[in-house]
């Protein structure tokens, strides 16, 4: 009776074990009479295999999104600039790819084929993307133009309010610096490094000039001209210029109007007919002030159209403006009702025409009249914008006639 039992136990369990040897594969074995014994242990491993595999199937998820294995595994070199960085900021991370998927209202999936370099956003996508990562706003702008040419035209998402320190760094020169001179360039210099740095964060085009009143007239003040300019490309970066600008530019709109003017070649309704630049988009001209005092005007151009259409821009450039008054001194600043500004040549000519004799002028002046050259320069100044007012006015009446 103890030989039958024992071939009836022995027997199918030896068989279970040669299968699970042969398939090389775990198959299911019944419980012993001990594990029968120890319900509660075959429910504990029961519980534990079943975390193992929702475990392992969790982690799938993560590392693997909802495509084909042969988009998943798609060769690195195939890989825009876009896409490895894009790959490398979200790393594959469900609730990341879950918000960003949220935010531009795509389906996860979507976001997956991008990373994997399968398609390629929308320009409106791209612009919300620049939005969604504003700690990765340089490299995303730079990785896009590198993938697609271009960044889409949009509102500088980054730019923050002009920060506490320019002023202090201002106020110092100012109350370190007595000549007139020093202080206006040093103090020039400082501002417009920091507003192009400022301002210009996606280095597409920026220019901030300072043109200051021309001294009146019998009749009041004719023009203001152009002292400096600061630029990043297509700009250069210093030219000290010496253009008139009248009634017929922005900065000498903003001086009779006494407050800010935007320009912008996307506006046709502008109601502001300037003459411009010629890399300029857009521009924005802020008068330089002190009480009921004019000095000059801060203009502030730009390659990008439609770069003055956020307010933090344009505050920017008021308070930049405000600094200018303090490199100025008291003897620069004049009254508004002495302005009575007329036409100038158009702003390419005299660039020509300064070109080829300004200097020259200067030099031969103040050795004629045994004086400093910056004292020649005032009076060659004032000399050439009378001869340019006259030919303006040649000009119209040619145009009349």
Known sequence: ?????????????????????ADGRKKPIKATSRQKQQPGVQRNQKVTELKEIAEAESYSAMALPPESLAEQDVAAERLTPFSSLLHNIIRRD?????RIAHKLDVAENTIYRWMNGVSEPRPTHLKRLIEAFPSY??????????????VPDMPLQSFREVQKEIYQSVLEIFAATAENSERFWRITQTVFDHGLQHMDIENRGLA?????????????????????????????????TKVYLGSTTLA??????????????????????????????????????????????????????????????????????????????????????LLRLRPMPHLQWQHKELALSYRDRITTYARAYGMSFRDAEVQVQLDLEQEFEQRAHSEAELCIE
Do not use: N
């Open 1 to 21: 009776m103890d030989d039958s039992i024992e071939s009836s136990d022995l027997s199918p369990q030896s068989r279970r074990k040669r299968e699970h040897v």
């Open 208 to 240: 901030m000039t300072f043109a200051k009143l021309m001294p009146p007239r019998d009749d009041g003040i004719h023009s203001l001209v152009e002292v400096v300019m600061y630029g990043t490309s297509p700009w250069s970066h210093c030219v000290e």
């Open 94 to 98: 469900r609730a990341e790819v879950a």
């Open 137 to 150: 706003h340089e490299s995303l702008i730079y990785a896009i133009r590198q993938s697609f040419g271009s």
């Open 252 to 337: 000498g709109t903003a001086a009779e109007l006494q407050r800010m003017q935007i320009w912008d070649d996307t506006d046709i309704d502008s109601r502001v007919q300037v003459e411009v630049d010629q890399f300029e988009r857009c521009a924005c001209a802020a008068p330089v002030k002190r009480g009921h005092l004019l000095g000059g005007v801060l203009i502030v151009s730009s390659a990008r159209p439609g770069f003055f259409r956020d307010p933090l821009v344009c505050q920017a450039v008021a308070e930049y403006a405000l600094m200018m008054g303090i490199a100025l001194a008291d003897k620069d600043f004049y009254p508004f009702e």
